[in-house]
């Protein structure tokens, strides 16, 4: 019999190093891990059974047996689910098949305790079995084939593949380190698996004797066993009688995150259609949240029994980071993902599960809001476009910057900007930036600043798209300051009608073409100019979306707008020199465009020019 060796995928070997390395501070969950995997591989076979039954003919009881040996250091877990080929077991437990890999490679930063975080979110799986075994063997067949393989490693650089003898699915043993001993004592083992194995749908059995140390094992094994967990899916049963413990357990199961989730929301739906429903928000975006192709959406079950992961029908893509389980009574078992594409039930799913996410979402307070909302609030964005039935209930769960808050952080609602709206205000009115120290330098918010009014402050990169989607909230419109002619007053256009006024005429005499008009501002305190947009002009955020994903964007002109009362200004009109006084105008262009965090046409002239003036100064 040949024993074939292999290297690791260098990201797994990396993974193992670190597994065996930056001590992780509660080892006991590689016992989580095993068995979670182990419960896969039997919901796996059970629904692969439906269609084929002899597969289970052999061994139909499905179970996880845990056995452990004190004397020769050694823990297992056996399931007798689908097992593995030889080929499986080199690829999947010689690779990191995970999408987000390569990034999150590139997140460790050599400090363990960081690192070991990192690797909490990121899901170790089965590799986590080193961190208390020096040796770990996997022998395994699959269901349906007579081949069985035995995989070993130390879980250093290699691992060993041969033929072996094995019984239908996975037995995992583990050659417990010195200091892990601790997992071959049947209590220390027993409370272990009962945290987090308890909601899972497959009976868990142990030796029954206690001390752990059966002489005479052999004969006493198959009577002497014990079921330690309560077998049955946690959503099959009533809420009230469900410990959060338990909700954090099968969410960690379903998601293979380390943390606990943010919030959850647990539903039996009887009626036309019949099918309950476990959403959990997760505490943390993963790696790959902004890869629309990544893996996402719901466990499926139908009557109890597991039929797929990742059912993203049941999810807008917009909810795309909400982990979960549904458990259909009325889908067919055979149900593909092409049906569930088509099927109308599922729509009606959908809908019902992204009003209660929303609803979830909206009972957040505090800091677990903050929280769930610098994770994912811009996926939630989305929403605004994606899910037009929902879009009221998004638009109160959002958040931006505003010139009423200091910091970073997005913290104000829609809501709480009305409530401080002034007296006779009737906008709700937005800036959109590149980022927040340009928001808050913004030349448009002079006006605001001084009249005391609440400007918010968009810096995120889908904010100008997804802002076209919304034009009011409670009944005021939304208003973006650095568009149109702005009016706080409500009196309508201003005396000074553009063309009539002779500076404006002297001033767009030597802009040209560059702009679509010029005029007297209302928007200025400070500075002496701004860029407006048209009403309906493509924006800058918006146009390098566009033109990232390859689409021509009609070009537009801004309008240039002049603040009368400043000493530049003021020192601009009673210029004589037409060449001194083309020279400033397209200074005060050019810096315009600078103050709205754009690059310039040509940076060489605007240095050439300010130069001469600046020398003229010094003169
Ligand atoms: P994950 O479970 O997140 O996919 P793991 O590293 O834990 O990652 O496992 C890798 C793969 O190995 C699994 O996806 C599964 O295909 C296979 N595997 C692990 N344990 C078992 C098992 N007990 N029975 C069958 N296949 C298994």
Redesign the pocket.
């Known amino acids: 019999m040949t024993i074939e060796t292999r290297g690791f995928q260098t990201e797994a070997r990396q993974l193992l190093h670190l597994m065996i390395h930056s001590l992780y501070s509660n080892r006991e969950i590689f016992l989580r ?2 068995i ?3 419960s ?2 039997i919901d796996k076979l059970r629904f692969e059974s439906l269609t084929d039954d002899t597969l289970i003919a052999d061994d139909p009881e499905f179970r996880i047996r845990i056995e452990f040996d004190a004397d020769a250091k050694t823990l297992a877990i056996a ?1 007798n ?4 080929t030889r080929a ?1 077991v080199t690829e ?2 010689g690779t ?1 098949a ?1 999408s987000g890999t390569a990034e999150f490679f590139e997140r460790l930063t050599g400090d363990q305790r960081q690192d070991a975080q990192l690797i909490g979110q990121f ?5 986590s079995a080193f961190m208390v075994a020096d040796e770990v063997e996997v022998v ?1 067949r699959k269901a349906g084939t007579d081949e069985g393989t035995c995989w070993k490693s130390k879980g250093e650089d290699e691992f060993t593949i041969e033929a072996a003898e094995a019984d239908r ?2 037995r ?1 043993v583990l050659h417990l380190k010195p200091d892990a001993q601790e997992f071959a004592e049947s209590f220390r083992l027993k409370t272990v698996v009962r945290k987090y194995s308890d909601h899972i749908g497959v009976p868990v059995v142990m030796p029954a004797d206690s001390d752990g140390e059966g002489e005479d094992a052999e004969d006493a094994e198959a009577a002497a066993e014990e079921v330690i967990n309560s077998a049955t899916a946690l959503w099959t049963r009533s809420r009230s009688e469900i410990k959060d413990d338990e909700y954090k357990e099968l969410y960690k199961h379903v998601s ?1 995150d380390f943390e606990d989730p943010l919030a959850w929301s647990h539903n039996r739906v009887e009626g036309r259609l019949e099918y309950t429903s476990l959403v959990f928000v997760p505490r943390r975006a993963p790696f790959d949240l902004w890869n629309r192709e990544s893996p996402r959406g719901v466990k499926l079950y139908v009557q109890r029994v597991f039929i797929m992961d990742d059912a993203e029908q049941f999810l807008p893509l917009y909810l795309r980071f909400v982990r979960g389980i549904v458990d259909s009574n009325d889908l067919p078992l055979n149900v593909s993902r092409e049906i569930l594409q088509e099927d109308p039930a599922v729509a009606t799913i959908r809908n019902a599960l992204a009003k209660r996410v929303l609803d979830t979402l909206s009972r957040l307070k505090g800091d677990d809001y903050d929280a769930f909302w610098d994770e994912f609030g811009q996926v939630l964005k989305e929403g605004i476009a994606e899910d037009f039935a929902n879009r009221e209930s998004i638009m109160k769960l959002l958040r931006f910057s505003s010139t009423e808050q200091d910091g970073e952080e997005q913290r104000t609602s829609f809501s709480d900007y009305v409530a401080r709206m002034q007296e006779g205000q009737d906008r709700i009115y937005y800036l959109i930036a590149d980022n927040l120290s340009a928001a808050r330098q913004s030349p448009h918010l002079e006006v605001f600043r001084q009249r005391g009014i609440e400007v918010l402050l968009l810096t995120e990169r889908i904010d100008e798209w997804f802002m076209t989607f919304v034009n009011e909230f409670d009944g005021k419109a939304l208003q973006d300051v650095t568009r149109g002619e702005l009016d706080l007053d409500g009196e309508g256009k201003p005396e000074d009608e553009s063309d009539e006024d002779a500076l404006a005429k002297r001033i767009k005499d030597v802009l040209e073409s560059r702009v679509e008009s010029v005029r007297r501002s209302t928007r200025l305190t400070d500075s002496p100019a701004c860029l407006v947009l048209g009403e309906h002009d493509i924006g800058a955020q918006m146009r390098r979306l566009m033109e990232a994903s390859g689409q021509s964007v009609p070009d537009s002109k801004p309008h240039f707008e002049f603040n009368p009362d400043h000493p530049l200004v003021l020192k601009l009109d009673s210029e004589a020199d037409e060449d001194r006084f083309g020279d400033l105008v397209k200074v005060l262009f050019d810096q315009a465009s600078l103050a709205e965090g754009q690059s310039l046409s040509d940076p060489g002239d605007y240095v050439r020019r300010v130069n001469s003036l600046l020398l003229e100064l010094l003169a």
């Open positions: 891990e095993l979670s995997n182990a896969d591989a399931d689910g689908i097992g593995m499986e999947q437990l990191i995970k899901g170790v799986g089965f590799y395994t699915g996975t995992v293979h």
